[in-house]
């Protein structure tokens, strides 16, 4: 559902140029007399309920579609298209699907994800307020704006940190965030698509800051090098707002072309460097406070000198313990966390039992799905949830590596795919009360079979 400051927006703005196209009288009826209302934006259409007489909705699509949609086009806003809803018709209904297989779509932005959430310490300091700047002035003195560091360090959170400022203090700027596995999945469809090409150039060029993570997986494909060098250009040359983050600078990027590297280091790199121990004790801290948890000093300790630098794996072993607690139903305690670690990460027979197919399954029986349908190639939202969720439980149950649960686990997915589905319903569990509690429904299911 779209924000309601940023609906009507963009609901003034496609007003302001219809009025210039559509007659006065039509005009009036729909527009100035709210004979139709927006409610919501869903992929690249702007959805608008009918609240005038029956059979008008006929006349808008037919009559005056065009011109709206014109109107909509020129607000360079990123929308191209409307979408009529009328209560209770079969012809103009509003499904939970539609907008589902936009190729466009931006990718979700946890609002968890703030300035004030990021915990900063001597590794992230400078990263965070060259964010902050480019979050309080955007198009400006740090354009392009690239961070690069290790997975798990931060780079998202600072990223969509920026996204949910822009949200809140400027709302009328157009933010995407988005994936380069999201970008290259558009540009492939965008060469099969009827009007591809255009859309895809609207989508990505219509917008005040385009943000795009994991960009070093842009190597090695030519094309979309292609499709990006030209975006690039023209968002800069209008002064609009490029954030970028890679697992490492951009002349360790191989196969990068000259020209997108030389542009990357013309803004401003920064690095995220690991947290130092007092610094994941203060993220664990923060974490837990989340979860509405308090961990005793002796944990805290334990958790933060007993891991790798990956934050999103110091968060993974706290959830653990948080879990392990619920689970036997006793209080977090020093003995309680090495128990909860060494039953999910060492030889421990509770781990030995867990395997993939324990997990696939017991996600099929949970969602009521078969086998087939998880690891095959359908976009229902409700097999693409199952499949996601359970690609989740198979990195945070067993953490096996990307590649081998995609390829072999999975039915021959991308291990950036995998990546996404991860790191989505991580982000979603800590958003929804209603998917945290299917995770655990169903690691439930796995532990005691």
Known sequence: MAESSQLQFMWKQICEQAVKTISPISYNHFFENKGIEPIDIRGRKIVLRFTTEQNAESFLVHK????????????????????????????????????????????????????????????????YAAAKA??????QTLNPLF??????????HLMQAIANHLAEHSPEKKVLYTT??????????????????????LHYRNVDVLMIDDIQFLKGKTQMQEAFFHTFNELSAQNKQIVLTSDRPPK??????????????????????????????????????????CLPQDVLEFLANNTSNDVRALEGRLTKVIFASKLHEEPIT????????????????????????????????????????LIGKSKKADIVKARQICAYLLCDMLSLPLDFIGKEILGGRDHTTIMYARDKMEKLANLNERIAKEIDDIKNIVLKK
């Open 134 to 139: 480019v979050a309080e002035d955007p198009g």
């Open 334 to 373: 020093l003995q309680l966390a090495r128990l909860a670690l060494n039953e999910s990460v060492d030889e421990t027979e509770t781990q030995e039992d867990i395997t993939p197919e324990k997990i696939v399954s017991s996600v099929c029986a949970y969602f009521k799905q078969s086998k087939a349908d």
């Open 64 to 127: 005056i579609g065009d011109k709206l949609r014109e109107a909509i086009v020129k607000c360079d806003n990123g929308l191209t298209d409307f979408h009529v809803y009328v209560e209770g018709s079969d012809t103009f209904k509003l499904d939970e699907e539609d907008g589902a297989e936009d190729a466009f779509q931006a990718s979700p932005i946890n609002k968890s994800f703030t300035f004030d959430s990021f915990v900063v310490g001597p590794g992230t300091k400078f990263a």
């Open 180 to 201: 380069s596995e999201n970008f290259l999945n558009g540009f492939i469809d965008s060469l099969t698509q009827k009007a591809g090409a255009t859309r895809f150039r």
């Open 252 to 293: 360790e990027i191989a196969t990068l072309e000259d020209r997108l590297r030389t542009r990357f280091e013309g803004g401003m790199i920064v690095d995220i460097q690991p947290p130092t121990v007092e610094t994941k004790i203060a993220i664990l801290k923060r974490k837990a406070l989340d979860k509405k948890c």
């Open 147 to 156: 961070i690069y560091g290790e997975s798990g360090l931060g780079k998202t």
